[in-house]
């Protein structure tokens, strides 16, 4: 039995990767090579289990938000969100791009964006709300209490000019919902997701899946601020059960705008591992062959890591069924 379960679980697993590569969505990788590199593949046969589970009106790449009236509430108080977004951007509050010294800086989710100009502050993530975010937006936080579907939120600045390149989210734990503040209003400001453009608008909602391809440009002379929430994903009681393990990652990746915020295990794991990262292009430059060792020790290490807690997931999953 067990070779029999063990034997389900890797055709499963190739048959996940081949879905999502393949399969899933309009919008393609450009070879596999890609997908490998930026498809987060080891995440996908966890990822297609809460496929399975979530409810039909949460499956498109772009959803019809009027199906999720729990998030309305965000909407009707768009210029009371906006007010306090626009607020804390002409203090100051946004963390400086690529600053060292700002305490989000170690931001393992969202730290590549700020070479594209894009930045954030946020407001409450995964049963942690800033203190930060109490202080500079309390209407905002207020708000945002009111809606339990939302599981973490931020504000999110993308400046004339900037994008956001091609990708997509490792975990399918959330939904990711748009609120339009205050932006160009324009088309040359959009998302594509799974190929299909969205130009946002003030006041106008967005919600998408973020497993599907997507990416941004700001090719406007505007500043775009949008709130950006990640919103519960509507599953089977089964389906809320499973998702139970990326709830818990998610907790752990809670990030401080200043000092005064939480840090999450692995913000602080990553802002120690920051100083070893940066030796280590020193060492590419006087030492190729030992910085090249060097990575594949680590990469090979967290893959072992990853592929082991897939794993165990997959045959609890199993074995429960």
Known sequence: MSTLIMFAIVIFCIGSMGYAYAIRGQARWNGFGEYVRKGWPLFTPFNC???L?????ARPAIMDVSEFPELAELQENWEIIRDEALALNADGGFDKIGDKKSASFYDIGFRTFYKYGWTKFYLN???YTHKSAKRACPKTVEILSRVPAVNGAMFSILPPGGQLTRHLDPVAC???YHLGLATPNDDKCYISVDDHKYSWRDGEPLLF???FLHYAHN????LRVILMCDVER???PIGKFLNMPYKWLMKATVVPNTDEDKKGVANKTFSTLVPLLERSKRLKETNLAAYKALKYFVNGTLILITVGLIWALLQFFFWLF
């Not at 589970?53 to 009106?57: E, S």
């Not at 090719?219 to 505007?222: A, E, G, N, V, Y």
């Open 209 to 211: 899946d973020v497993t």
């Open 174 to 176: 959330s939904l990711r």
């Open 234 to 236: 509507p599953m089977s």
């Open 53 to 57: 589970f979530t409810k039909p009106k």
């Open 125 to 127: 993530w995964y049963g």
């Open 49 to 51: 289990l809460l496929y």
């Open 219 to 222: 090719d406007s002379d505007k």
